[in-house]
């Protein structure tokens, strides 16, 4: 319940951000949302010595198309992801997902870029992002980068970002028109990660399917992409038999840790279903069911 001590800096903007954790170096750690950070600084798995918040940083909020992409800023929580009507039309599997995320009251404070960027398996947002080809938009002394979503994730809590890192935005190539969707997870209660979850994109030029990306949450150490899976599925019809055989497929990369919400047989098993509903959601979405 009481976090260590630490030193608590405001940063009022990116660049202050940048130099204040150049100077901290691996004792600093950006504060977004909190909902995963300061629970682990209460049970004393992080000791930061110097907290950097973000909060006061406007420019790091808000949603808007730039040419073929949307740039959501780091620091928009999941409720605005969820009343963003730009997502709604453009790329509605987000705010699918950040109803699923959490409860109302971490979605007012929890931020997409917290959930990418904390490196935990269970977080919902890394698979998504993965399955959307997104990048993210790096800052740090040494200029700006783009780090894409797939390779990023290295091991639980081990992504491609430094000390000195700070994302300012996450950058998303505008799914297809008339693309299909979906996010499906399983979990024990509403606010609990998922046991296992998947989501997929589909885009079809009429029966045939031009491009699918289908990924997979919390059944691994990092989230997973399912490229056998995407293969089997692509230029073919999708039938209930290559459906099948995607779940498969997918069920075949996992490798889930065994805990409360069960053993790996039955997260994998359930990481087939979720691959088997995203995809039949997905697929009725695109032919504008
Ligand atoms: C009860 C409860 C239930 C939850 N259920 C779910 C769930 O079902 N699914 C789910 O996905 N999540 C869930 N969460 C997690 C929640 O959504 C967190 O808010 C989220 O994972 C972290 O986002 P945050 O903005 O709170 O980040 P913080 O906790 O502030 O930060 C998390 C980490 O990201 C780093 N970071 C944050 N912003 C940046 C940035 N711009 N650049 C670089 N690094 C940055 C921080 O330094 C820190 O290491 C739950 C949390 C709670 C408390």
Redesign the pocket.
């Known amino acids: 319940m009481i976090p260590g001590n630490f030193e608590y800096h405001s940063a009022s903007g990116v660049d202050e951000a940048v130099a204040l954790l150049a100077e901290h170096g691996e004792n600093g750690?950006?504060?977004?949302?909190?909902?995963?950070?300061?629970?682990m600084m209460k049970l004393r798995f992080a000791e930061p010595a110097h907290l950097i918040d973000?909060n006061g940083i406007d420019e790091?909020r808000g949603i808007r198309e730039d040419g073929d992409a949307l740039i959501v800023g780091?620091?928009t929580s999941?409720n605005a992801v969820i009343a963003s009507e730009v997502l709604q039309r453009r790329c509605p599997v987000l705010p699918e997902t950040a109803k699923?995320?959490?409860?109302p009251q971490?979605?007012n404070?929890?931020?997409i870029?917290?959930?990418a960027?904390?490196g935990?398996p269970?977080?919902?947002?890394p698979a998504v992002l993965m399955a959307l080809e997104a990048e993210f938009v790096v800052r740090s002394q040494k200029g700006e980068r783009r780090e894409p979503a797939n390779g990023f994730y290295l091991g639980p809590y081990l992504t491609r970002?430094d000390d000195g890192?700070?994302?300012?935005a996450i950058r998303i190539p505008i799914p297809a028109p008339g693309h299909g969707y979906a996010y499906a997870k399983f979990?024990r209660k509403t606010?609990?990660?998922?046991t296992a979850a998947a989501c997929c994109l589909l885009e079809m030029d009429g029966d045939i399917c031009r491009k699918a990306r289908l990924t997979l949450t919390n059944v691994g150490p990092t989230p997973l992409r399912a490229e056998d899976a995407e293969e089997l599925l692509t230029g073919e019809s999708i039938t209930p038999e290559r459906i099948e055989q995607a779940a498969q497929a997918a069920m075949s990369i996992c490798e889930p840790a065994e805990d409360l919400r069960g053993s790996p047989e039955y997260k994998t098993h359930m990481a087939g279903e979720m691959t088997r509903r995203a995809l039949h959601t997905a697929l009725e979405r695109a032919r504008g069911g």
């Open positions: 750690k950006l504060l977004a949302g909190g909902h995963s950070l300061l629970p973000l790091l780091a620091m999941e699923l995320i959490a409860d971490v979605r404070r929890g931020t870029g917290g959930d960027l904390h935990d269970g977080n919902d947002h970002l890192d700070l994302v300012t979990k606010g609990d990660y998922a």
